[in-house]
């Protein structure tokens, strides 16, 4: 069993930063690869940025390339996303996950992780 905490969400115009954080608990070990998804209002959930633990290899969504960065903090047991540059049509709930069975790929796909955190809540006004 894999725990999913995530943070950091909020207000932002424009232009602006936001880092989320996804703080991970449980069998660690386990955790094969772990993304960021978010979802808008009436729209699907949509992969962001997906991370494989074994080596690092990242992927993001071509609408937020070059703009969020997702890293892990073996450290602190957390995986960040760094959201610079924010737009308004960034504005969604967006989700941690982890994947435990090697069963991930890119583009990220929701029925790929077993695991989930509750959400926090990202809002970008013009």
């Known amino acids: 069993q894999v725990q999913l905490v995530e943070s950091g969400g909020g207000s932002v115009q424009a232009g602006g930063s936001l880092r989320l954080s996804c703080q991970f608990s449980g069998y660690l070990n386990s955790i094969t690869s772990m993304g960021w998804f978010r979802q808008a209002p009436g729209k699907e959930r949509e992969g962001v940025a997906m991370l494989y633990t074994g080596g690092g290899r990242t992927f993001y969504a071509d609408s937020v390339k070059g703009r969020f960065t997702i890293s892990q903090d073996n450290a602190k047991f957390t995986l960040d996303l760094q959201m610079n540059s924010l737009k308004p049509e960034d504005t969604a709930m967006y989700y941690c996950?982890?994947?435990?069975?090697?069963?991930?790929?890119?583009?990220?796909?929701?029925?790929?992780?077993?695991?989930w955190g509750q959400g926090t809540q990202v809002t970008v006004s013009s």
């Open positions: 996950a982890a994947d435990t069975s090697f069963g991930a790929s890119w583009p990220a796909r929701e029925s790929d992780f077993a695991y």
